[in-house]
């Protein structure tokens, strides 16, 4: 899916709001949503447009694709909770197991041992929490 430079700021919500729930989950948009203030609405808005509208929507990469990017950029930058997110999201985005162990191999060449030891850990606890993708 690609979008227009020109599209109004509430098809661009529209948009990133519909990414993000088929992304993440309805049950994590829905909390997130609830969760949100004045203080935060905006932040909210912002990663709805930008991430989930005018990244995660382009036509130029898979979302199984972003999502193994994103992992692990998350795991080689230590944003813990972000990635348990993101590999809980992974059912969604149809990335196995596999692929996902494969890739924190990488991070531990290319970003160093001890992110990829903190990404695996996390791995090992949200998969020990979900029932495995049946292509997995």
Do not use: C
Not at 18 to 42: C, I, P, Q, S, W
Not at 47 to 61: C, D, Y
Not at 76 to 88: C, M, N, T, V
Not at 118 to 123: P, Q
């Amino acid at each position: 899916m690609s979008h227009s430079k020109n599209e109004s700021p509430d098809s661009l919500l529209s948009l990133g709001m519909k990414t993000r729930r088929e992304v993440l989950g309805e049950k994590y948009v829905d909390a997130a949503m609830a969760r949100t203030t004045d203080f935060d609405a905006e932040f909210q808005h912002f990663i709805t447009t930008t991430a989930w509208a005018s990244v995660w929507s382009r036509a130029g990469l898979s979302r199984r694709d972003r999502s193994l990017i994103t992992i692990t950029q998350l795991a080689s930058l230590g944003y813990q909770d972000e990635l348990a997110l993101h590999l809980r999201a992974s059912v969604n985005t149809g990335l196995s197991r596999g692929e996902i162990k494969e890739a924190l191999l990488h991070v531990a060449v290319y970003a160093g041992v001890p992110a990829a030891n903190i990404a695996f850990k996390i791995a090992k606890q949200v998969f020990s929490e979900t029932a495995p993708p049946s292509a997995a």
